[in-house]
């Protein structure tokens, strides 16, 4: 009997640039494996940006504030542009899903206290989704997931040590997220075949050494994920650690910068 085709749906999830602050070699070495292989999906898991001029901890710089915000909107538009090129290439109908992080709500939460500036740091507006075709998820500020098959995403809430099992716990769905900057996993056991549900955080590509760390350890991991999906929304998940700028994917090909 001829075996029957399946389509396989694939998405690739990166997630906590933080830019300014990413570490440009692991962008670039992500990008060097992306720019060889199809994704029908391209999702941001958030904290693309950083957004440190306008903490709380710059309360009394104001045209920090201004320019420096100006200039992280600009360095994530031409990250934008060159994800939506790389990946466009290969499957121009890919679509773009961008999670609102909990520093990209910087941007509200300084609207609040300055409401004359309404308007003026919308996320959405300076990074031009609509234009881009790019699917915007207020994850941080009203708790929209973002759902593909039997898998969801957030930009996730929990930072303790038990985060993942926290996290699985709390939305009893498989659910991956970002935030915490590590690569954790813990399953939900519940009755049946095939019913164990996941929690797991998947890493970020941000620079290990970011100067409010002082130069304190961390348990960071840069890393990106691949989805491969069944056309029953069932899936294979590979997380992919990055070391020094260099990596061996899922069908044992190192890339390297």
């Known amino acids: 009997m001829k075996e029957q085709k399946q389509k396989v749906i694939t998405a690739i999830v990166r997630t906590d640039t933080h830019i300014p602050y990413e570490d440009k070699k692991t962008v670039a070495v992500i990008n060097k494996y992306m720019a060889d292989h199809r994704f029908d999906y391209w999702i941001h898991l958030g904290d693309l940006g950083d957004f440190n001029e306008i903490s709380r901890y710059n309360d009394d710089l104001p045209r920090l504030k201004k320019e420096k915000t100006k200039q992280t909107f600009e360095k994530m538009n031409k990250y934008l542009d060159e994800q939506q090129k790389i990946i466009r290439k290969n499957n121009p109908h890919a679509k773009f899903i961008l999670l609102e992080g909990n520093h990209e709500a910087r941007l509200e939460t300084f609207m609040d206290k300055h409401p004359e500036m ?26 929209d997931l973002f759902k593909l098959g ?7 809430l929990f930072l303790s040590k038990y985060h993942a099992e926290k996290t699985v716990t709390a939305f009893d769905c498989n659910i991956y997220y970002g935030n915490n900057h590590d690569v954790m996993e813990m399953p939900k056991v519940a009755m ?11 890493g970020c590509e941000c620079n290990y050494n970011q100067a409010y760390l002082k130069g304190n350890p961390t348990k960071w991991q840069q890393a990106f ?8 929304g069932m899936y294979t998940e590979h997380t992919i650690r990055i070391f020094n700028h260099k990596f061996i994917d899922q069908y044992g090909k190192i890339y390297q910068i």
Not at 192 to 202: A, C, P, R, W
Not at 225 to 232: H, S, Y
């Open 118 to 143: 309404e308007g003026l740091l919308e996320a959405k507006e300076n990074l031009h989704l609509d234009d881009r075709g790019i699917k915007w998820v207020r994850s941080w500020t009203r708790g």
């Open 150 to 156: 039997k898998a969801a995403f957030m930009h996730g």
């Open 192 to 202: 049946g075949d095939n019913k164990t549900k996941v929690g797991k955080s998947l």
């Open 225 to 232: 994920t691949i989805f491969q999906f069944f056309e029953n």
